[in-house]
């Protein structure tokens, strides 16, 4: 039977993966900050789309491994990608 301490167990530990996944997400966006930067500084464009299925071909194969599904990591890399190159773009204003 489920106790109340169980179920608090359980969101505990969702609430630091939480806190983990802001905090990974915080770091990947300062590189990708600095990607923008450079590629506003060198001339070249905010995307690249040969490079962002690369790379979701690569991460959909590590969500099968890791048994995610893959249709949700690509939907979730999507709009990670898409909110980079927003800001990407908007380094070129």
């Known amino acids: 039977m489920a106790t109340p301490e169980?179920?608090?167990a359980y969101?505990?530990?969702i609430d630091n993966i939480d806190a983990a996944?802001?905090?990974l997400?915080?770091?990947r966006f300062k590189v990708t900050q600095a990607v923008g930067r450079?590629?506003?500084g060198s001339g070249l464009p905010?995307?690249?789309p040969a490079r962002e299925e690369r790379q979701i071909a690569?991460?959909?194969a590590k969500a099968l491994e890791a048994k995610l599904d893959p249709d949700f990591t690509e939907k979730f890399l999507r709009f990670i990608i898409d909110e980079v190159i927003r800001h990407h773009e908007g380094m070129r204003r």
């Open 6 to 8: 169980i179920l608090a």
């Open 11 to 13: 969101r505990d530990s």
């Open 21 to 23: 996944l802001v905090h």
């Open 25 to 27: 997400l915080a770091e």
């Open 38 to 40: 450079y590629k506003a």
């Open 46 to 48: 905010p995307s690249d």
């Open 58 to 60: 690569r991460l959909r």
